[in-house]
């Protein structure tokens, strides 16, 4: 979990409410899961060091906003493109999937609107 050690430089604090989310979710049904607090990473292979395993048993999640002009809904802006953290994203893929002609990543201050988590500790 980043939010607990790790710092940004726009001195925005994550909310913690996401975090609460999920680890109440895990425990009301009994999902076992280890806890991990550490120093906000840049990357998922440090994550991944810091856990002591593979790259590939890590996720990443990516907050993504559609720049269509001609949006279906407003439910349709922003998008979060979860996937193995040893894969890299396909921008073309992905937009052709979704019928999508322009995206780009959220800016710091959207993910923390959006996720309530800073950049990089989106879960």
Not at 64 to 90: G, I, Q, T
Not at 96 to 117: M, P, Q, W
Request: aromatic content about 6%; some cysteine.
């Amino acid at each position: 979990n980043n939010a607990e050690n790790g710092s940004n430089n726009n001195n925005e604090e994550e909310d913690p409410a996401t975090f609460e989310r999920i680890r109440n979710r895990l425990d009301e049904m009994n999902i076992d899961y280890k806890l991990t607090t550490h120093k906000a990473v840049r990357t998922s292979q440090e994550a991944a060091d810091i856990r002591g395993v593979s790259l590939k048993s890590g996720a990443k999640a990516m907050l993504l906003k559609n720049c269509d002009k001609k949006k279906k809904s407003p439910m349709s802006v922003y998008h979060l493109a979860v996937l193995s953290a040893n894969k890299r994203f396909n921008s073309k893929e992905f937009k052709k999937n979704l019928k999508i002609k322009n995206i780009r990543f959220a800016s710091h201050d959207e993910v923390i609107k959006y996720t309530g988590c800073i950049t990089g500790a989106v879960p």
